[in-house]
């Protein structure tokens, strides 16, 4: 879908949120305990045109600057100051058995013609680090 029929969908949602029981640009949506959450039409269009990190990094390989696959992301972790901090990176194994999770730091990532790049990284490289293992 283009950015343009995107935002179309978005106008036409708007305005049916607010004809069926928004309130004055505010769309509603009843949730399970009866409590009442809403979003801006200005939030919606911003979240109708941004990017997903399902769709554009989890789950998609990781290449060095020599293009060999080195790994995947399978996770991103957001600090408790709402910042994107690091990448769980699964490096080796197959089908997740004997997969060696790592976390890089987001800022030594690159994209290079629609590949994430890890430069001067290897498999070897990731299997040597410590693993990443999710707190208990």
């Known amino acids: 879908m283009n950015k343009r029929a995107v935002l179309i969908s978005v106008a036409a949602f708007a ?7 928004g309130s004055a640009g505010r769309l509603e949506a009843q949730v399970a305990g009866s409590t009442t959450l809403g979003v801006t039409v200005e939030e919606l269009k911003a979240v109708a ?3 997903s990190a ?3 990094i989890l789950g998609k390989d990781v290449y060095n600057d020599k293009n060999e696959k080195i790994g995947v992301v399978d996770d991103l972790i957001i600090t408790p100051d709402r ?3 690091y990448a769980i990176i699964g490096a080796g ?9 790592v976390a890089i730091p987001v800022g030594q990532f690159k994209e290079d013609k629609g590949k994430i790049v890890l430069a001067g990284a290897s498999k070897d490289a990731l299997k040597g680090m410590p693993k990443f293992e999710y707190a208990k």
Not at 15 to 21: C, R, S
């Open 15 to 21: 305005f049916a949120g607010q004809v069926v029981g």
């Open 93 to 101: 194994g197959f089908l997740g058995i004997g997969k060696h999770d």
């Open 54 to 56: 399902k769709k554009k």
């Open 83 to 85: 910042s994107l901090s």
């Open 49 to 51: 045109i941004g990017w």
